[in-house]
């Protein structure tokens, strides 16, 4: 919103920029799943054979996975069996070996956060009602990609092998469109649909929920692949690491010049060979410059009484909602229409919501 009205006075500045409410993490970049669990010559070892010897194969295999995942739901059963088990066998490196290399630290972090949350709930959802609807052995392959998924929830703790990811996510996007065409239109053979939730007269079905969570899904990877697209395009790729789901809160604050208040999250790069310590504080990068307070889509003038007013309209509109439905209900049935009512708590909304969106800040939108 604009700049904080104050009655008799204009404000003295308007230039604000967004800073971190509280100071960022420290994080241990050299603490991994493998190197947490394994002595340093497994440790090596293993190093040796994800990145060097067979981090080509692996990849490779990732993506003939892909490719056949959606066939395995599109052809018939039969076929469909024998190439969830090949798939199945060709992808499982692929999530196994991206999991070596989270880093314990961020993850941490990660788990902390409602993204994180929130997608796996998605993500566990749909694959977990998918697989029900099939039903059979296919239902394999459904929950090694729902591993996949989730170590893409996870990708900020990830910093090996980023442009494999890219390739990889990709073609994830392709395959789960296919997907969710494929069970909206009900071309899987052998699914039988139910209702997941059913209450008196109204249920949930199975495919219904299906499809939006592919569509939340393809949202997820495709987010994520355009934050990763515009890190490649700064060529900073061998400076910082910019985290694309990890988010911090963020406030207005005077500009005061400072080089410390930085807008997005960034964790600084390893280029040193391994230790057995590397902490690294996470910083900021400025992408937007200062914003000016007063330049706001429409050029509305906040004025005392406006601060007074506007909360009491919004509790009044919503007040006049409430009272409209009670009445369309309780005195002259559902079918019945209240035109007058319901205009009136429209004109209140537009009114309401109307001041708000013409005080949005044009320099961040």
């Given amino acids: ?25 420290t994080v241990d970049l050299s603490l991994s799943l493998k190197s947490r669990f394994l002595g340093h010559s497994a440790f090596n070892r293993l190093n040796w054979i994800l990145a060097k010897r067979f981090r080509g194969p692996i990849s490779l295999a990732g993506v003939i996975a892909i490719i056949i995942y959606p066939i395995v739901l599109l052809a018939h059963k039969d076929v469909g069996k024998v190439l969830s088990i090949i798939s199945t066998m060709m992808y499982m490196m692929t999530p196994i070996a991206g999991s070596n290399f989270l880093r314990i630290d961020i993850g941490w972090l990660l788990v902390a956060t409602y993204d994180f949350w929130f997608f796996t709930f998605i ?78 007269t109204h249920e949930l079905p199975a495919r219904e929920l299906v499809c939006s969570g592919i569509v939340t899904i393809i949202a997820l990877l495709a987010r994520n692949v355009h934050r990763k697209r515009k890190i490649f395009q700064k060529g900073e790729s061998g400076v910082w690491i910019e985290c694309v789901s ?65 909360p009491k309209l919004g509790c009044t509109t919503l007040l006049a909602f409430v009272a409209s439905y009670i009445y369309q209900r309780k005195l002259h049935g559902q079918k019945h229409q209240v035109p007058a009512i319901q205009l009136i708590v429209l004109m209140l909304t537009l009114a309401f919501c109307g001041m708000y969106f013409a005080q949005c800040q044009r320099d961040l939108l």
Avoid at 2 to 14: D, L, Q
């Fill in 1 to 25: 919103m604009a700049p904080e009205c104050r009655s008799g006075s204009r404000p003295t500045t308007s230039l604000y920029e967004l800073v971190p409410t509280d100071p960022l993490p």
């Fill in 123 to 200: 993500n566990t959802s749909t694959y977990t009602v998918l697989a029900l609807l099939v039903g059979d052995i296919r239902a394999v392959a459904i929950l090694v990609a729902w591993f996949g998924i989730q170590l893409n929830i996870l990708v900020d703790a990830n910093l090996r092998a980023v442009k494999a990811w890219v390739i990889l996510t990709i073609g994830g996007i392709i395959s789960h469109f296919i997907i969710w065409g494929a069970v909206g239109f009900e071309a899987i053979e052998d699914t039988h649909d139910f209702a997941v939730l059913r209450y008196k």
């Fill in 246 to 310: 990890y988010r911090t809160d963020l406030k207005f604050a005077t500009n005061q010049n400072e080089q410390a208040n930085r807008i997005s999250t960034y964790l600084t790069s390893p280029c040193q060979p391994h230790l057995p310590e590397n902490i690294q504080k996470m910083r900021y990068i400025k992408q937007a410059g200062l914003t000016n307070g007063h330049s706001t889509l429409l050029k509305v003038k906040i004025r005392s009484w406006h601060c007074f007013a506007l």
